[in-house]
């Protein structure tokens, strides 16, 4: 059972690093225009002629929703396992309490992450949408 942790945790850990290398990947080079997004902030003779920011906060609100999804996704998928660990935990307890309670345990905090996760994620959506310019007042003085 030592053996099955060691191996869960490493593989969360090896994703925990590899995600934040992956999250720049997901977004699509047609949407990253730094230099002229650069450019465009930085003209002391601005007219606003050449810039065009009306996808800022559809830019914003893609990126922390593919990222939201990818770490909900790792985090259901880990649960998932945990619920097939506690079940094969149960069934080969044979009958002895404190196995029992540590398998029922295992599956109950399980289903809770994945509550959580699904919480999260709607949470995190709707503070998304308030805040970027989908949903949210995109100026300070009004």
Known sequence: ??????????????LGLVMPLAAPAMVSAADTNVS??????AALDFDGSD????TAGTDVDNL????INIISLVVG??????IIIGGLRYITSGGESGSVTGAKNTILYA???LI??????VIVRF???RATLNGGSSTAGD
């Open 1 to 14: 059972m030592n053996r099955i942790k060691r191996i869960l945790l490493t593989t969360a850990a090896a």
């Open 36 to 41: 002229g997004n650069l450019n465009c902030g």
């Open 51 to 54: 810039c065009d920011n009306s």
């Open 64 to 67: 922390v929703t593919s990222v």
């Open 77 to 82: 998928v880990v649960a998932v396992i945990m």
């Open 111 to 113: 289903v809770v992450g």
């Open 116 to 121: 959580v996760v699904a919480l999260s994620q």
């Open 127 to 129: 503070v998304v949408d």
